[in-house]
């Protein structure tokens, strides 16, 4: 194990670095925890219990030394933040663009490092069964995520207003030569950089991806 935690947040090639004037990034294929589901995150408890599920699994593998198991290859760090595909059944390339959040399709998800295997996974399953009988965690599995070829850009304010912001997102993308590469494959990701919950509306800080090619 290394001495210094790992943030992936002050690393440039993880891909949460976004700045308000949006940029081209090629991302490498990353593990995360996710969880699928649909409807409104706003009013849903299936997706509060989704994101309590993610936050208890990603916190179990991040605290496994303590309880006397230690991963091959693991470090300390800090767990990275909530992120989330996005999609409609039947316009993938409009979800940034309606408030009508019931018809949302998502996919919730969090990071973990390199040294989080299968095995680590489900130990972390067992943990989380025994600490929290309610959560369901058959609903939560490890997938490898290749994003590829995207653009992003900071959206700093209330999720409602994210429009405008997909727009100038879009217009660059068109702008650089691109083109928007949403698909039942490909979806629109948002990245979750402080908590809701903790932080006023007008201080959210987003960031908005589209993969593109």
Same mark, same amino acid.
């Given at each position: 194990?290394?001495?210094?935690?790992?943030?992936?947040?002050?690393?440039?090639?993880?891909?949460?670095?976004?700045?308000? @004037?949006p940029a081209i990034i090629? $991302?490498?294929?990353? /593990? +995360?925890?996710?969880?699928?589901?649909?409807?409104? %995150?706003?009013?849903?408890?299936?997706?509060?219990?989704?994101?309590?599920?993610?936050?208890?699994?990603?916190?179990?593998?991040?605290?496994?030394?303590?309880?006397?198991?230690?991963?091959?290859?693991?470090f300390d760090y800090v767990?990275?933040?909530?992120?989330?595909?996005?999609?409609?059944?039947?316009?993938? @390339?409009?979800?940034?663009?309606? $408030?009508?959040?019931? /018809? +949302?399709?998502?996919?919730?998800?969090?990071?973990? %490092?390199?040294?989080?295997?299968?095995?680590?996974?489900?130990?972390?399953?067992?943990?989380?069964?025994?600490?929290?009988?309610?959560?369901?965690?058959?609903?939560?599995?490890?997938?490898?995520?290749?994003?590829?070829?995207?653009?992003?850009?900071?959206?700093?304010?209330?999720?409602?207003?994210?429009?405008?912001?997909?727009?100038?997102?879009?217009?660059?993308?068109?702008?650089?030569?691109?083109?928007?590469?949403?698909?039942?494959?490909?979806?629109?990701?948002?990245?979750?950089?402080?908590?809701?919950?903790?932080?006023?509306?007008?201080?959210?800080?987003?960031?908005?991806?589209?993969?593109?090619?």
């Open positions: 194990m290394t001495s210094q935690k790992v943030d992936f947040k002050k690393h440039p090639r993880a891909g949460y670095q976004a700045k308000i @004037k090629e $991302l490498s294929p990353s /593990q +995360f925890i996710k969880v699928d589901g649909k409807g409104d %995150p706003n009013t849903s408890a299936d997706y509060q219990q989704a994101i309590e599920l993610l936050y208890a699994l990603s916190y179990a593998i991040k605290m496994s030394p303590k309880h006397q198991y230690v991963p091959n290859g693991y767990v990275p933040p909530l992120e989330g595909l996005w999609w409609l059944e039947n316009d993938d @390339k409009q979800i940034g663009m309606t $408030l009508n959040k019931n /018809q +949302f399709n998502w996919r919730a998800m969090i990071r973990q %490092p390199d040294f989080v295997t299968q095995e680590v996974f489900n130990h972390a399953l067992l943990v989380v069964s025994e600490k929290k009988s309610d959560l369901e965690i058959s609903r939560a599995s490890l997938v490898t995520f290749s994003e590829g070829l995207c653009a992003q850009i900071l959206h700093i304010g209330n999720y409602d207003n994210e429009p405008d912001t997909i727009k100038c997102l879009d217009e660059f993308i068109k702008s650089s030569g691109y083109t928007v590469d949403i698909s039942n494959i490909r979806r629109h990701h948002e990245i979750y950089l402080n908590d809701p919950r903790r932080t006023a509306p007008e201080k959210l800080k987003t960031i908005i991806r589209h993969p593109i090619k």
